[in-house]
Nanobody, 129 residues
Framework: HVQLVESGGESVQAGGSLRLSCVAS????????MGWFSQAPGKEREGVAA???????HYPRSVQGRFTISQDHARNTLILEIDSLAPEDTAMYYC????????????????????????WGQGTQVTVS
């Protein structure tokens, strides 16, 4: 399992933007799918962005165009940028990892297989008003 620590959540005005970061403690960062999940009050946790190495992004249709996932491999850091924030984006945002994978043999694995994620951070709260 990977240790994950998120940061960047805060209270913001609707229409604003946020940048969330997640630092992963692992010596094999490139072997993992890395993703972001959100959990709004009273709702189930759902995947909102994912990325593998070399960095193919995956987004559910509900967030396409507003959410951007990226990575800083040198710092084992996963980033989520959210634009045009709306009150319905209010949620706890979790960084997660699935793997490790061998990309040369695990060709059935894609990083938008949300039920494969098994390492989780503590979450960072985003509140939009």
């Amino acid at each position: 399992h990977v240790q994950l620590v998120e940061s960047g959540g805060e209270s913001v005005q609707a229409g604003g933007s946020l940048r969330l970061s997640c630092v992963a403690s692992t010596s094999s960062y490139s072997s993992y799918c890395m993703g972001w999940f959100s959990q709004a009050p009273g709702k189930e946790r759902e995947g909102v962005a994912a990325m593998n190495n070399p960095g193919t992004p995956h987004y559910p249709r509900s967030v396409q165009g507003r959410f951007t996932i990226s990575q800083d491999h040198a710092r084992n850091t996963l980033i989520l940028e959210i634009d045009s924030l709306a009150p319905e984006d209010t949620a706890m945002y979790y960084c997660a990892a699935s793997g490790p994978w061998r990309w040369d043999t695990d060709d059935g694995v894609t990083c938008d297989q949300w039920n494969r994620y098994n390492s989780w951070g503590q979450g960072t709260q985003v509140t939009v008003s």
